[in-house]
């Protein structure tokens, strides 16, 4: 990675693209390079509660190394038991409008990455299969235009060990099956991530790696929380682990990843 040449980069929001799955268009950010063509695509997926500002570290470092990245805000209320749907339906309009959004990308070349809630749908996305809360049905929704995935602090497997909180506010985590997830596959979790929803600990956030198949990457951050050391933002409220180190760690492995599926060599 020493020596690597970083672009200037170039951000325009808020792009609007209509949907039929919403009551309202869903607002889009692009962050590209200032120059080059053909450029490998990741669409970003935020956690719960956040927005297309979000993330910087990750989404303004990747732009700078040679990639098109595309944020969208998408929809979250607690408990609603159709939001993990909303969102991938959302990335599915985004790749349909790939070629208007984003003229100088390389369609054949895209990785879907999210963090927290946004790592379930980046998953989704390359075969994880979501039990529906509401039809109680399995469905395939993976999309054959995302070559490769990257879940940051990730959900784990439903089960028993779902809390109460779990239950009732995301719905959508009592059953996962991630066996049909054979892309290529980053997963990041902190060895620290004690989070509300399941009583394993740190440890369930390495499901989406244990239990897929296919090529598959894990790092687990020594000392991180939920936020890695700040990948959504520095000086950000919910950061409780805020560490530019564990930062720099996360940008020089999804880089490495990025490089690695879609063929970026160093320039």
Not at 117 to 122: E, L
Not at 210 to 222: A, E, H, I, Y
């Amino acid at each position: 990675m020493t020596g690597m040449t970083t672009t200037p980069i170039v951000s325009i929001k808020p792009l609007t693209i209509t949907t039929e799955h919403r009551d309202h268009d869903l607002r889009v950010r692009v962050t590209a390079p200032l120059t080059g063509d053909d450029l490998p695509v990741v669409v970003f997926v935020h956690g719960f509660g956040a927005n297309l500002d979000g993330y910087a570290p990750l989404t303004d470092h990747w732009a700078a190394h040679g990639f098109v990245v595309i944020q969208a805000t998408h929809h979250d209320a607690p408990g609603d038991p159709a939001a993990w749907r909303l969102r991938v339906l959302d990335v599915r309009r985004i790749l349909d409008e790939l070629g208007s959004l984003a003229p100088r990308a390389d369609r054949s070349r895209v990785v879907a990455a999210g963090h927290s809630f946004g790592g379930q749908t980046a998953g989704v996305l390359v075969g994880l299969r979501v039990t529906d809360p509401v039809s109680g049905v399995a469905e395939d929704l993976s999309d054959p235009r995302v070559m490769a995935s990257i879940q940051l602090a990730t959900a784990g497997a439903g089960g028993d060990h779902l809390t109460p909180f779990a239950l009732e506010h995301a719905p959508w985590l009592r059953e996962q099956d991630f066996s049909h997830m054979t892309r290529p596959g980053l997963v990041v979790a902190g060895d620290r991530d004690e989070l509300p929803l399941s009583t394993r600990g740190p440890s369930w956030t390495t499901d989406p790696y244990t239990l897929r198949g296919g090529d598959r990457s894990l790092v687990v951050v020594p000392g991180g929380e939920h936020f890695l050391g700040g990948i959504s933002g520095y000086r950000v409220a919910e950061t409780t682990d805020e560490d530019p180190e564990r930062v720099a760690l996360v940008q020089r492995v999804t880089l490495e990843f990025l490089r690695r599926v879609t063929g970026v060599k160093d320039r």
